[in-house]
C-alpha cells in the first residue's frame, strides 16, 4: 500500500518549512515535506543576506513584509527557536530628485497601508547612521527602523522543527521525479523513494520551481540568476550598530556582519543560470561601488575563499507566484521570490495554507500573485528590488 498524505510539499528550504508549518497550525497534521538533498538549507535558504524589509513599493509586498516581520519578532514564543530578528533598519540613499520623489512615492504607499514608522531623512539625519558615508552627493533618504535581519537557518529550523512537532513528515535525499494527475487534477507524486498519493501537491523548490512545474506539464516563467555577496575581514571603527544602507545610485549596499561588513551589488550583466561559483573579478567591482560611497572602504580588505554565490529565483515581474494553477486542481506555487524569499516566508506560508485549506486568505489580495496574470499580461511592477 502506497503512503498517502494530505499535502505534499516539494522543497524543505524556508518556504516549505513555512507552508508546513502553517499547515500543520491550521489543523492540517498529515502533510509530507520532500527535500531532495541530504539535508535543509543548502540551496537559496543557507545563501542568503537575511535582510527583511516593509519598504517595497507595492501593496502585495508591504503587506507580506508587515505580517512576516511581526513573526519574526514573536518567533521564539512560535516556534520554540530564535529568528535572530535584529531591527537595526534599512536605510535608501537619495542622490537624485527623481530618487527622492520616488522614496516619498512609496513612504506615501507604505504608510497607507499600515507601515506607519518609515520616514524621509535630510542629508544631515543621514550621516547620523553612518559618519563614514561620502554626502557631497546624497539628497535625503528614507529609513524603517523595524527593517533589519534574520537568520535565514534558524527561521527555517524553527518552522520545520515545531511542523514536525506537529505532526508533519519529512522526507531528506529524495527526489520527486513525478506528479500524477487524474481527471480530477493531481493525484499523486512519484519519488525516489517511491510513490505518494496525494490530491494536494504544493511546488517550494527555489530556483529549481521550473523544472519541478515541468513534471506537473506547467510552464512556469521562474529562472536562476546568481547573486554574489561579499564578506569583509574586521574593519576598525564600524558603528556598534547601522540599518542596512542602499546607495540608489548603483543598488550598491551593506551591513555590519560580526566585526566586518557584508557587501552585495547586482551586477547588471549577470545572466540566468544555474552557476554558483563565486568569480573572483567581482570583488573589484563591488568594492569600486563601495570606494565611491564610503571612501574609507578603500582599506577593507577581502578574503575571496570566504565569498559565496547563491541563486535568485527570478519572475518576469519580480514578484512571487502563489496559489492554485487553475490547469491542474490540487497543484500550487509558492516560486518566484526574486530576492524575498526568506524575508517573505512567513507571510507565503500563511497566504499558501489559507489558500489550500479554506481556498481564500485575508492577507493580501492573492489574485494579484496568481499564476494566470502572466498569461493575462497583468504584470506587477516592484521597482524596489535589491
Same mark, same amino acid.
Given at each position: 500500500m502506497s503512503p498517502t498524505a494530505d499535502v505534499v510539499i516539494i522543497g524543505a528550504g524556508i518556504v516549505g518549512s513555512s507552508?508546513?508549518?502553517?499547515?500543520? $497550525?491550521?489543523?492540517?497534521?498529515?502533510?509530507?515535506?520532500?527535500?531532495?538533498?541530504?539535508? $535543509?538549507?543548502?540551496g537559496s535558504t543557507g545563501k542568503s543576506m537575511g535582510g527583511v524589509r516593509a519598504q517595497f513599493a507595492t501593496d502585495v509586498n508591504i503587506r507580506m513584509s508587515l505580517y512576516?516581520?511581526?513573526?519574526f519578532r514573536r518567533f521564539e514564543e512560535?516556534?520554540?527557536?530564535?529568528?535572530?530578528?535584529?531591527?537595526?533598519?534599512?536605510?535608501?540613499?537619495?542622490?537624485?530628485? &527623481?530618487?527622492? &520623489?520616488?522614496?516619498?512615492?512609496?513612504q506615501e504607499r507604505q504608510r497607507a497601508v499600515g507601515l506607519t514608522n518609515v520616514e524621509m531623512l535630510g542629508p544631515d539625519d543621514v550621516?547620523?547612521?553612518?559618519?563614514?558615508l561620502r554626502t557631497d552627493d546624497i539628497l535625503g533618504g528614507s529609513y524603517c527602523p523595524t527593517d533589519g535581519?534574520?537568520?535565514?537557518?534558524?527561521?527555517?529550523?524553527?518552522?520545520?522543527?515545531a511542523a514536525l512537532r506537529q505532526g508533519a513528515k519529512l522526507w531528506r535525499g529524495v527526489t520527486v521525479t513525478g506528479i500524477e494527475r487524474d481527471a480530477r487534477g493531481v493525484a499523486g507524486v512519484q519519488t525516489t523513494h517511491g510513490p505518494v498519493a496525494t490530491r494536494t501537491v504544493v511546488n517550494a523548490a527555489g530556483p529549481w520551481a521550473a523544472e519541478v512545474a515541468?513534471?506537473?506539464e506547467i510552464e512556469l516563467p521562474v529562472v536562476p540568476l546568481r547573486r554574489m555577496l561579499v564578506p569583509t575581514e574586521p574593519f576598525p571603527g564600524l558603528p556598534e550598530r547601522f540599518p542596512m544602507i542602499i546607495d540608489m545610485t548603483n543598488g550598491f549596499h551593506f551591513r555590519r556582519e560580526g566585526l566586518g561588513l557584508l557587501l552585495a551589488w547586482n551586477d547588471p550583466d549577470e545572466t540566468p543560470g544555474f552557476k554558483t561559483t563565486f568569480e573572483p573579478d567581482f570583488i573589484e567591482k563591488i568594492l569600486t561601488r563601495a570606494v565611491h560611497r564610503v571612501p574609507a572602504f578603500e582599506n577593507?580588505?577581502?578574503?575571496?575563499?570566504?565569498?559565496?554565490?547563491?541563486?535568485?529565483?527570478?519572475?518576469?515581474?519580480?514578484? &512571487?507566484?502563489?496559489?492554485p494553477v487553475p490547469e491542474l486542481p490540487g497543484f500550487y506555487l509558492a516560486n518566484g521570490f526574486s530576492g524575498h524569499g526568506v524575508m517573505h516566508s512567513p &507571510?507565503?506560508?500563511?497566504?499558501?495554507?489559507?489558500l489550500i485549506l479554506r481556498g481564500a486568505t485575508e492577507l493580501v489580495d492573492a489574485s494579484v500573485l496568481g499564476f494566470a496574470r502572466f498569461a493575462a499580461g497583468r504584470l506587477l511592477e516592484e521597482t524596489a528590488v535589491l
Open positions: 507552508i508546513a508549518w502553517h499547515l500543520t $497550525q491550521a489543523g492540517c497534521r498529515d502533510v509530507l515535506v520532500i527535500e531532495r538533498e541530504s539535508q $535543509q538549507g543548502l512576516s516581520i511581526d513573526v512560535l516556534t520554540g527557536y530564535p529568528s535572530g530578528y535584529k531591527p537595526h533598519g534599512y536605510l535608501f540613499l537619495a542622490t537624485s530628485p &527623481a530618487h527622492l &520623489a520616488y522614496l516619498r512615492a512609496n550621516v547620523k547612521f553612518f559618519p563614514l535581519f534574520v537568520d535565514p537557518h534558524s527561521v527555517m529550523t524553527g518552522f520545520m522543527s515541468r513534471l506537473a577593507l580588505e577581502v578574503n575571496p575563499k570566504r565569498a559565496w554565490a547563491g541563486l535568485y529565483e527570478m519572475t518576469p515581474d519580480h514578484h &512571487a507566484v502563489l496559489g &507571510a507565503t506560508g500563511r497566504i499558501l495554507a489559507d
